[in-house]
């Protein structure tokens, strides 16, 4: 029997979508830069046939490429052509929520919304946040190590877990589904596939650590007139205010473009940097530090949300919608140590107006966390496509000591850079980790290393 037959009768016909059953869902994430057709899209509901079809897709020797919700923007869920799809959209739901040790445990495929309204539903808050909240699937977000908006002060996805489970590429599953917030009995396994992006094993389920609900949040809106008061504010909230779970700074074409774009009037006045900044304290305590603030000339102008509407305006501009209808739209996810952030951007901005007069060129990001963010979107010429940008934006970043990934992976579109941002030890110790846990090479091949 083929392959396909065999994972017919393994998993049930219903289970392998091939030929023109195939949804076009799964020929690309959201860097829109796959389309090969792959042999057959495998669609599991329990561990055991993940288990049962990696295990005859080692043997055959046939590449295996993990899908979550697509919303990736490095290529890292594209197939490749002639592989195999392994999507996790049917392993969904959520085993248990365990209050007393502030867990839950929930299965890869479930969207990150779910188990943020299952976990507030217990009385719990689940920090990880996205914008692709709605649609991105947590195994996902783990075999990246999201980011997100609250990262300042929860920390990366990889801090929100405490256990995890996980099948190797000849369908060995690795259950270690811890619930102590302290275990150091050997090596920290989880790690392996946090941030691995399928490539050195398929997470299925994971123990999520869960916090107190912060409870009701401020959010002002903040003009700034240089990128030095921007970083100043950021230590001024977190050493006199305190309680701050987000700090985004915008440069000024692209909330000019956005506030157009959503018929958005805020603050007046043609500032160079904005700020949306949230903090757990009341709204007279915040309102309190940034007359402070204005007192000091450190902002120019600032807006406290009096409603969960204003607060939704705020972030409408931050999250940027409108900018992604723009043709040959690139974002491009980096960091760099904070104190040089506004230098790289006036640099590779210079840079690549130079290269495309015309261009669009937004920065934006999370700063308090040396994240920064770049949408371009361009006119190319003969020979030059959207990725065209790749090289110029990376070779500025080089020259900042900075890491070609924040948060969104290096999947394909990445990997040609990676070195820039890893030593070749690292490299190699990449390799030998590869080799041994996936020696056929099967896992997501051609991602990452």
Same mark, same amino acid.
């Given at each position: 029997?083929?392959?396909?037959?065999?994972?017919?009768?393994?998993?049930?016909?219903?289970?392998?979508?091939?030929?023109?059953?195939?949804?076009?869902?799964?020929?690309?994430?959201?860097?829109?830069?796959?389309?090969?057709?792959?042999?057959?899209?495998?669609?599991?509901?329990?561990?055991?046939?993940?288990?049962?079809?990696?295990?005859?897709?080692?043997?055959?020797?046939?590449?295996?490429?993990?899908?979550?919700?697509?919303?990736?923007?490095?290529?890292?869920?594209?197939?490749?052509?002639?592989?195999?799809?392994?999507?996790?959209?049917?392993?969904?739901?959520?085993?248990?929520?365990?209050?007393?040790?502030?867990?839950?445990?929930?299965?890869?495929?479930?969207?990150?919304?779910?188990?943020?309204?299952?976990?507030?539903?217990?009385?719990?808050?689940?920090?990880?946040?996205?914008?692709?909240?709605?649609?991105?699937?947590?195994?996902?977000?783990?075999?990246?190590?999201?980011?997100?908006?609250?990262?300042?002060?929860?920390?990366?996805?990889?801090?929100?877990?405490?256990?995890?489970?996980?099948?190797?590429?000849?369908?060995?599953?690795?259950?270690?589904?811890?619930?102590?917030?302290?275990?150091?009995?050997?090596?920290?396994?989880?790690? &392996?596939?946090?941030?691995?992006? *399928?490539?050195?094993?398929? $997470?299925? /389920? =994971?123990? !999520? %650590?869960?916090?107190? +609900?912060?409870?009701?949040?401020?959010?002002?809106?903040?003009?700034?007139?240089?990128?030095?008061?921007?970083?100043?504010?950021?230590?001024?909230?977190?050493?006199?205010?305190?309680?701050?779970?987000?700090?985004?700074?915008?440069?000024?074409?692209?909330?000019?473009?956005?506030?157009?774009?959503?018929?958005?009037?805020?603050?007046?006045?043609?500032?160079?940097?904005?700020?949306?900044?949230?903090?757990?304290?009341?709204?007279?305590?915040?309102?309190?530090?940034?007359?402070?603030?204005?007192?000091?000339?450190?902002?120019?102008?600032?807006?406290?949300?009096?409603?969960?509407?204003?607060?939704?305006?705020?972030?409408?501009?931050?999250?940027?919608?409108?900018?992604?209808?723009?043709?040959?739209?690139?974002?491009?996810?980096?960091? &760099?140590?904070?104190?040089?952030? *506004?230098?790289?951007?006036? $640099?590779? /901005? =210079?840079? !690549? %107006?130079?290269?495309? +007069?015309?261009?669009?060129?937004?920065?934006?990001?999370?700063?308090?966390?040396?994240?920064?963010?770049?949408?371009?979107?361009?006119?190319?010429?003969?020979?030059?496509?959207?990725?065209?940008?790749?090289?110029?934006?990376?070779?500025?970043?080089?020259?900042?000591?900075?890491?070609?990934?924040?948060?969104?992976?290096?999947?394909?579109?990445?990997?040609?850079?990676?070195?820039?941002?890893?030593?070749?030890?690292?490299?190699?110790?990449?390799?030998?980790?590869?080799?041994?846990?996936?020696?056929?090479?099967?896992?997501?091949?051609?991602?990452?290393?």
């Amino acid at each position: 029997m083929s392959l396909l037959d065999d994972l017919r009768v393994t998993l049930g016909s219903v289970a392998v979508l091939a030929g023109d059953s195939i949804p076009p869902r799964h020929l690309s994430d959201r860097s829109a830069t796959g389309g090969r057709v792959p042999l057959a899209v495998v669609r599991p509901r329990t561990v055991a046939q993940i288990s049962a079809a990696l295990r005859l897709c080692n043997d055959a020797g046939v590449a295996v490429v993990p899908q979550g919700g697509m919303t990736g923007l490095a290529g890292g869920g594209n197939p490749s052509g002639g592989d195999i799809i392994l999507s996790l959209e049917l392993l969904r739901g959520i085993e248990e929520i365990d209050t007393a040790a502030a867990t839950m445990t929930v299965w890869a495929g479930t969207p990150l919304e779910v188990a943020q309204e299952a976990a507030s539903e217990a009385g719990l808050f689940l920090a990880l946040d996205l914008g692709a909240r709605g649609s991105c699937q947590l195994g996902g977000n783990l075999s990246t190590n999201a980011g997100g908006i609250r990262v300042i002060r929860y920390g990366m996805a990889r801090e929100q877990v405490l256990g995890l489970e996980a099948v190797l590429a000849d369908g060995t599953v690795v259950t270690s589904l811890n619930k102590m917030l302290k275990n150091n009995a050997g090596y920290d396994l989880k790690q &392996l596939f946090i941030g691995a992006e *399928g490539t050195l094993g398929i $997470i299925t /389920r =994971a123990v !999520l %650590r869960l916090h107190p +609900p912060p409870g009701a949040i401020t959010t002002a809106l903040c003009a700034l007139d240089t990128y030095e008061d921007v970083v100043r504010l950021l230590r001024q909230a977190q050493g006199n205010l305190g309680g701050v779970v987000a700090f985004e700074a915008m440069w000024r074409d692209y909330v000019a473009y956005n506030c157009e774009a959503l018929k958005l009037q805020l603050i007046s006045g043609d500032h160079r940097f904005w700020v949306i900044l949230e903090s757990t304290c009341d709204g007279a305590a915040v309102e309190g530090f940034l007359a402070g603030c204005l007192e000091t000339r450190l902002i120019a102008d600032a807006l406290v949300a009096q409603s969960h509407k204003e607060a939704r305006d705020f972030w409408s501009v931050r999250e940027g919608l409108s900018t992604e209808a723009l043709p040959n739209v690139v974002v491009f996810d980096v960091s &760099l140590p904070t104190a040089r952030i *506004g230098d790289f951007a006036e $640099i590779c /901005r =210079a840079a !690549l %107006r130079q290269r495309w +007069p015309g261009a669009y060129v937004f920065f934006y990001g999370h700063i308090g966390d040396s994240n920064l963010h770049i949408s371009v979107s361009a006119a190319y010429g003969p020979g030059e496509d959207m990725h065209s940008v790749d090289q110029l934006v990376y070779g500025v970043l080089k020259g900042f000591g900075g890491s070609i990934s924040a948060e969104h992976g290096i999947g394909t579109l990445k990997r040609p850079y990676l070195g820039q941002s890893r030593s070749p030890e690292e490299l190699a110790l990449m390799r030998k980790i590869k080799a041994a846990l996936d020696p056929k090479g099967i896992l997501n091949p051609g991602k990452v290393i």
